[in-house]
């Protein structure tokens, strides 16, 4: 029994190989794994959940995925935060808090998308605040479908111009944030994604031995984290 873990997909029809490199991943899980935690940024954009239609293969794949016994879990990303009921109900997916801990194979373990430990990215964080509010998300889901489309577009290409002069430094984790995490949830093992920088990371936390696995991006080289009793390894997956 094996637990897998993705992330940061970027899901696009402007890049139909990734979407079909995530099919035939889906095809194989039963053969690799119980369970499937999907981080977030699995679309590149996600509008809302009247959106549906739109990605239509990959929803009917993930669903197909718990036919077969996978038991699927959601965290959303800073990309596809906009996802609701209509979606995890369509895919069968279960909706995860963030950040969420629970023992896994016996030890302690943290999931999260991972952007909230990027604090030294202060204008993002404001940002994030401000999108994530209650009110932001409703006046914003209350507009038409394609007005929300252009929308997001206008914030992809803002955003991309923004990270063109971010120094790099400010778009990775901040070391406080990160230990005050485990602290806080008291696990030994977290693993996240958002950055684009998978590696493992061992630390002393506390006097406690820890590890952060930072999943990979697909748009580099499509890969997951599996965990099972004999530990936790980054796979390729072509």
């Not at 955003?159 to 944030?177: F, G, Q, R, Y």
């Not at 002393?204 to 936790?232: E, F, S, T």
Request: proline residues 4%.
């Amino acid at each position: 029994m094996s637990a897998l873990f993705i992330s940061d997909l970027h899901l696009t029809a402007e890049r139909p190989a990734t979407t079909r490199a995530l099919r035939r991943f889906l095809r194989l899980v039963p053969d690799t794994g119980d369970s499937l935690y999907v981080l977030g940024d699995l679309f590149e954009y996600w509008v809302g959940d009247d959106d549906l239609d739109a990605h239509r293969d990959v929803i009917d794949a993930l669903a197909a995925c718990t036919t077969r016994g996978i038991a699927l879990y959601w965290i959303p990303g800073n990309r596809d935060f906009l996802t609701g009921a209509g979606f995890t109900g369509a895919t069968r997916m279960t909706a995860l808090p963030e950040p969420c801990a629970f023992d896994l194979h016996g030890e302690r373990t943290v999931l999260l998308h991972g952007d909230t430990l990027c604090t030294d990215d202060r204008t993002y964080q404001a940002f994030r605040g401000e999108v994530r509010s209650e009110r932001w998300q409703s006046e914003f889901l209350a507009r038409p479908l394609a007005a929300r489309r252009a929308a997001i577009e206008a914030l992809r290409a803002r955003s991309e111009d923004e990270k063109s002069v971010k120094p790099a430094t400010i778009m990775d984790v901040n070391a406080d944030a990160v230990t005050r995490l485990f602290t806080d949830s008291g696990a030994t093992r977290m693993i996240h994604g958002h950055t684009h920088r998978p590696a493992r990371h061992d630390y002393l936390v506390r006097g406690r031995q820890v590890c952060r696995w930072v999943l990979p991006a697909w748009d580099d080289r499509p890969g997951y984290l599996r965990i099972d009793a004999d530990g936790a390894e980054h796979l390729d997956f072509d």
